[in-house]
Every structure is written in C-alpha cells, then in structure tokens.
C-alpha cells in the first residue's frame, strides 16, 4: 500500500461564519489517497475541525506516522484497530484513511460503498438542507434569496443579533421549513430556552441544533429537554457510540459528522445505535469537497434529516460526486459507478 497526501485549497461563495466565530472565505481540507498493490486507489479526505485542536497541520502530522503496511483493502476493522494505536483522537485524519480504505474495499468488490455496507441508497427520496452563515441581515436576504430552490434551510444563530438575523431570513421565505444550529452559542439554559420558545412562535422550525455548551451539566440538558417546545438536537455533544448514553438524556436526536467519528465506519456505528436507542439521526458536515459529502451520502438510508451542503457553499470543488439540486441527494449523475462513486474533474 502506498499513502500520499495533499492539501486542497476551497473557495467560499459567500463570507462563512457560525457561533463560534470564522468570517472566512477559504477552507482548506486534506485529501488522502491509498494504492494497493493491485492498483486499486481508493480516496479520502480529512476537514479537521479547531473545536477540536485539530488543524491542517495535525492532520498531516498523523498521517506522516503511518505505516501504509498497517493499512488494508481486505480488513478496513484492522486496519483502524492499527490506527487507533497511534493516536487516541485526530479524528478527521483517521476519517480520511477510513473513507480510502472502504473506496478501494468497495471497488475490489465491485460495489458503491452504500452496497458494500448493506445500506442501499434511495434516489429522489434524501433531502439536505442549505446553510445560511451569520451575516448581516442584507447579506442574509441575499443568501436566502439564492437558496431558493433549496427546500429546507439551516440557520446559525448564536449571536447578539439572532431575532434580527432570523427576521431577515422570514423576509425572503417566509414558511420555508428552517432547521436553526445555535453551534453552542447560548450559554444558559435560561437563554436558551427563551429563545427555542421565540423560534416555535415561527411554526416552520424544525428542531435546535447544540443550543448549549457540550461542556453543560447534564441536568442542565434535561432541564432544557424537559421544557424545550422543539426538539433538540446534539451535534457537538455526540461524537462516538461513546457518547450514545447521556446523548439519550439530554437530546431527541443526534446529528453525526464523519469528521467527528473517524470516518464512515464510526459514522454507520454512531448512527445505527443512536436509531436503536429511539433518537432521530442527521448526517452533517464541514466545508468539504465532493469526496467527504459524497461518503458521508452512502450513509444516507440510516438517517432521517440530511445537512450535506459543504460542497455546494464552494466555488472550486475539485471532485464530482454525489448531488445535491434542489436539495435531493443523489448519485445519479455521479460519474463512477463503485466505491466513493466519485471522480476528479
């Protein structure tokens, strides 16, 4: 097995900013390939999240300490049971070796990954929703307004100006279904719920992502949980199958990112029990390439909401995967046939 690396450089359409702050207009990713000794290439690609000390250069730093010899087509478990020795975290670059491993497992078998895994994939069934950034309310109306064929819209908030930020969005789709991701910013359960109780008056939201701290005491959740007049969703507070027993405490759903839980096979793990224990499931992501939406959309069957727009917000996706038009995820159009289902341009 041979392991190279790089970076890709992507380019926001518009200003990118959450809870936790960012007005950026780049993002940058590692893309990873494996070539089996057959040839075989299978691909991958790691967006480290600062949330979690990770960076480009942590990333790269995992992945120079790897021995492409610990790595296998034939046995992906194993060879993340080797990983795992080398570093308890660095989770988006386990992610991008894990996604490689099962691009070339499944291309040895002659499948897409979402077969391989016994999954299946369902066209015109997988809705994803369409992020709108904190902004300023004119940019927001602008966002919303080239959102519009997109038939679910997420919302961040967290900020001084939420009310005004979410007004602006209700003055260009006034009904449209809204999913609204507060990415930790309200820090009481006070604020919080006064807030969930002003945004259930809207009557299309769907549910509040991470409204509080992963760091909240849990009675604090419960409390917010036991009150809250919409569903609460944890995103930053689930990561791992880990995390499954006070995620059904505290949450009515989970939102799984492959960053987070080390690729797709933690991200099948992660999902199917938080369905087992009756929490509702999301796939979310990071600003990525066609590489990360595109694996993350083979898991799709085990979820009930999709937030899988990373792609869409570039400019310069290097790859050509799965689709997001009017918000239906899709392979129809993907351009190879097995594995990842994905190309370079």
Request: proline share 4%.
């Amino acid at each position: 097995m041979k392991l190279n690396f790089k970076r890709l450089n992507l380019q926001l359409t518009h200003l990118w900013a959450i809870a936790r702050g960012g007005g950026s207009t780049t993002a940058q990713t590692v893309m990873v390939e494996l070539t089996g000794a057959d040839g075989t290439v299978g691909w991958g690609e790691a967006a480290p999240i600062a949330r979690y000390r990770e960076s480009l250069d942590t990333v790269e730093a995992f992945l120079k300490r790897v021995d492409p010899r610990g790595l296998s087509f034939k046995d992906v478990e194993g060879s993340m049971v080797y990983l795992d020795t080398l570093s308890p975290h660095d989770m988006s670059a386990k992610c991008a070796l894990n996604i490689a491993l099962l691009d070339g497992a499944a291309k040895l078998a002659n499948k897409p990954i979402y077969d391989y895994l016994g999954l299946g994939f369902r066209e015109n069934h997988h809705v994803s929703s369409f992020t709108i950034g904190i902004d300023k309310p004119d940019v927001i109306r602008k966002k919303v307004q080239e959102a519009a064929p997109y038939p679910v819209l997420k919302m961040k908030v967290g900020v001084a100006d939420d009310k005004i930020n979410v007004k602006a969005l209700r003055e260009i789709a006034p009904t449209k279904t809204v999913r609204v991701d507060a990415n930790e910013g309200w820090k009481t359960k006070e604020h919080a719920l006064e807030m969930i109780e002003w945004l259930a008056q809207d009557g299309h939201i769907e549910f509040i992502e991470q409204p509080m701290p992963s760091a909240t005491p849990v009675k604090d959740w419960v409390w917010l949980k036991e009150r809250s007049p919409l569903p609460i969703m944890g995103d930053e507070s689930y990561h791992t199958i880990k995390d499954l027993a006070q995620a059904r405490e505290c949450f009515h759903a989970v939102n799984v990112k492959l960053a987070k839980s080390a690729g797709i096979s933690g991200g099948f793990e992660a999902l199917s029990a938080a369905r087992k224990a009756g929490l509702k499931t999301m796939l979310g992501c990071m600003i990525e390439s066609s590489i990360l939406i595109s694996a993350a959309a083979h898991l799709a069957e085990l979820c009930d909401y999709l937030d899988l727009d990373g792609n869409i917000l570039i400019s310069n996706d290097p790859y050509v995967g799965a689709t997001a038009e009017k918000g239906i995820m899709s392979f129809a159009k993907a351009p190879a046939k097995y594995g990842l289902r994905v190309s370079a341009r």
